[in-house]
């Protein structure tokens, strides 16, 4: 779908089965000694984090925890398709991320595209706003989902988009955006709600609790992605130096999918452990992790992890941790 996200080591992680056995890395490998930031998210999505790292003279290692496709399901697909269509009954549209965003306006780009419908050809990908009812709100739960709206048009003044504020103390999650909306004034009204697969159900059961009647559309799907034998070498590599590797969490998701493989590629199998899996695990949750939530922090230390920074929501203050981690790596490594 994305390009993957840029990494200065080269690798990144593919879907597969992986064959290589669990070991300590070579010394070539451990060679390496400027600071890395292993980037979690799906293929694609870390691009701009990555350029950042790597201007501040950061590595990255690409080890994706979530695999995003579009929804492929006729049923989900024909429900998808019904919401697009009535928009203009809706009282408000939510969009639970980026993702959900992009891949539900590509199909709303691409139903106005049928030969079929009326006005078709009217409405690109890059033109949706042209189509969406300057009536319907839209809410989204971080900056980063109004980025997807405003570059597919959605954004003010012509349409209102309902963000939760930013700032230091900024929460980008369902508890923030539910404060923001006028939850009395939904009752009796219909809302649509769009996201992947599966998910919390915080949104819909408040909205539906004041009376609200949420329609529910999937419009892409997640699992766990499977990496192969050269993703599991690059981050063996990379953690082989200890101290100057650094996970970055940015989906609680994603963190249980990370629990579950370094099980079933670290943990004993038929009671037989592999040698120096042990080893290899220790320094892999050794690293730092660097979150935005409570929810990924736990899930983190649920794993296994124990140095766990959490800093405020967003990317830059992401980027400003990372940073003051890797400031006094990179001085011993001018020293050099």
Request: charged letters at 20%; glycine letters at 10%; hydrophobic letters at 45%.
């Amino acid at each position: 779908m994305s390009p993957r996200a840029p990494s200065a080591s080269g690798t990144s992680g593919t879907s597969g089965t992986s064959g290589a056995s669990a070991g300590p890395a070579g010394p070539a490998a451990c060679a390496a000694s400027a600071p890395c930031a292993i980037l979690t998210r799906p293929d694609g999505q870390a691009d701009a984090l990555a350029s950042a790292l790597h201007a501040h003279g950061i590595d990255t290692l690409a080890f994706p925890l979530l695999h995003i496709s579009a929804q492929a399901d006729d049923g989900a697909l024909a429900a998808l398709d019904g919401a697009m269509g009535r928009l203009s009954s809706y009282a408000l549209a939510v969009f639970v991320s980026p993702n959900a965003v992009a891949h539900a306006l590509a199909r709303l780009a691409h139903r106005r595209r049928r030969p079929s419908e009326p006005g078709a050809g009217r409405a690109g990908a890059a033109q949706v706003g042209d189509v969406w009812p300057e009536t319907l709100p839209a809410a989204v739960v971080g900056p980063g989902s109004a980025q997807a709206l405003a570059e597919a048009g959605i954004a003010a003044p012509r349409h209102r988009v309902i963000v939760p504020p930013g700032g230091p103390a900024a929460r980008f999650d369902s508890e923030a955006l539910l404060a923001e909306l006028d939850l009395a004034a939904l009752a009796g009204r219909r809302v649509l709600l769009v996201r992947g697969d599966g998910g919390r159900e915080l949104l819909a059961d408040t909205l539906r609790a004041h009376g609200a009647q949420v329609d529910i559309v999937s419009a892409y799907t997640r699992r766990a992605p499977a990496p192969d034998a050269a993703a599991w070498a690059a981050l063996e590599a990379r953690v082989c130096a200890p101290g100057r590797c650094a996970w970055v969490l940015t989906s609680s998701e994603a963190v249980r999918h990370l629990a579950t493989l370094l099980a079933a590629r670290y943990g004993a199998r038929d009671g037989v452990q592999t040698p120096g899996a042990p080893q290899v695990l220790a320094r892999i949750l050794a690293a730092p992790c660097f979150t935005s939530h409570a929810r990924i922090a736990d899930a983190a230390r649920a794993a296994g992890f124990d140095r766990i920074t959490q800093c405020a929501a967003g990317d830059e203050n992401l980027l400003a941790a990372l940073k003051t981690w890797a400031d006094p790596i990179q001085v011993k490594h001018d020293d050099r």
